[in-house]
DNA sequence: TATGCAACTTGATCTGGATCAAATGCCAGT
DNA sequence: ACTGGCATTTGATCCAGATCAAGTTGCATA
């Protein structure tokens, strides 16, 4: 049974994600970050225009829909949510963001964010301004190709999304969702089975398209059945297996649905 | 009331969307499709290489799921509609794309289509190789900045579509897809009030998160509400306004929602 | 003009998750 | 330790839309 690190281990010899000194090359992120697909002498200018481990206090506003495109921000330790506002004056949540990955993106073309991302735990956060962007753009193919990368699969996670929201009972969905956080931060190299849920039920059930009282409910279903064990937000033992068993179901064997239709 | 044009009207002095020999700058869709933002002279450029007005039939397919991304796709006349296969084997409608717009943008960056496209109606469609794209893209700056512009909005529209699948209510969602189309018409000179649906009931359902005896039955209760008539897939007096009413009450007054939470 | 079949409609019933309504737990501030 | 205000859990009830089950209708092919 993994136990629960103690939260505060600070002197790592490098590369301590809340460490601003650290630049991308010495990132233990640059792996899964902006820098991937960058060659050794082109993560140097990358590193020269960024503005490294910013940080942003949980509640605080990375920024803000409407605002106008003003940098991409890749994650570098904490958690991003980024959401937008209903007809209803409620936030929509679009996405959950971890370490590792880039926020921002949708402002590229349009020139503005077309939603709010705001700190779910306090954040280190590292900065691309926007003209710095176009540049290394411009000049670095790879870069260019990464971004158009990153673009297409936030397109492609919306539509996985979308099914989600339309096919889904209210168990896969957070079955999926744990899914996801375990596999994201396993990417990162810590724990895929017990770790701290960095958002509230609210966001939660916003993200799946629930209520509250069902997420609840569900994960005491999962509870009862030794599929996690679970304090306030904090998950530990998930169990993977019959997490993927109970998505994987759902996928009926008689299928005679493939039909070539018009 | 707009009567439906015999199929067959083929010599227009230019612009007909039919004729493979029209080029991006005569196109009558150039302001909505992928030459907007691009000078006179790089219109010209776009024209060379791109493959004019190919002729695609019902059920045949643009691309598939998993094939190399070859080209992207701009559709002249009739409809496309992309999706995905789910786990269970049936199709997930991820989108309708009428005239104007571009299809295939999310191969960009993985190199792959992420889902498959296939003609609604019989439809003729230009195409830019990826080559192109890429020197195109590494030359113009105004035409790697649309495309940008143009993954953005998908992403945007995924997000709205995301909003609808967890909020609205099935007359929502109806409302909204017949305003969409219908705008979308519009923006092209046609009719916003009298058309007719490429895709089949199935294919809303499927689009809009529900299944299609609700599709039906809610489309039945908006002709019995005098919002429009239909027979078939023909759509004849739709009432804009109250289509969009039946949007807007659904936003609360008593607001209370709009906490600064964590 | 039949025939066959997929697309669509209509009706009856069921149910997963929403809604309504109380607890209860968890801190932060005093 | 006490209080106020959330976040979360738990329970009881309800209902929009799913599911199940027949019909119809449209249209292509012989």
Redesign the interface.
């Known amino acids: 049974m993994v136990r629960k690190q103690a939260s505060a281990a600070p002197q790592k010899k490098h590369a301590c994600p809340h460490n601003a000194a650290v630049g991308c090359s010495q990132c233990r992120l640059n792996k899964i970050c902006l820098p991937l697909a960058l060659e050794e002498e082109d993560i140097a200018r990358l590193d020269q225009t960024i503005k490294r481990g910013r940080a942003l206090p ?2 605080k506003h990375l920024y803000r829909e409407g605002d106008a495109f003003k940098s991409l921000y890749a994650v570098r330790s904490g958690a991003i949510k980024t959401y ?1 506002i ?7 949540i ?1 996405g959950f963001h971890l370490p590792g990955e880039v926020v921002g ?6 020139g503005q964010y ?2 709010s991302a705001i700190a ?1 735990d306090l954040s280190s956060i590292c900065e691309i301004p926007f003209n710095q962007v176009e540049q290394l ?2 000049q670095l ?1 790879a870069f ?2 990464h ?10 996670d ?2 996985q ?3 989600l ?3 889904y009972t209210a168990e896969e969905r957070l079955a999926s969702l744990l899914l996801s956080l375990s596999a994201r931060l396993a990417r990162r190299g810590l724990s895929a089975t017990d770790f701290r849920l960095p958002m ?1 039920r ?1 966001d939660i059930a ?1 993200y ?2 629930l209520t509250i009282e069902t997420v609840s409910r569900v994960l005491k279903r999962f509870r009862e059945s030794g599929l996690l064990t679970l304090n306030n937000r904090n998950i530990n033992d998930l169990d993977l297996c019959a997490l993927k068993d109970l ?2 179901v ?3 064997s008689h ?1 005679a ?2 039909n ?3």
Chains 1, 2 share one sequence.
Do not use: K, W, Y
């Open positions: 949980t509640g937008q209903s007809a209803g004056g409620d936030q929509i679009t993106l949708e402002g590229l073309g349009p077309a939603g779910l753009g411009n193919p260019r190709h971004l158009f990368s990153l673009l297409s699969r936030e397109i492609v919306d539509h999304h979308i099914n929201l339309s096919n509230s609210t916003s799946l398209g998505l994987e759902s996928a009926p299928s649905t493939q070539g239709d018009r």
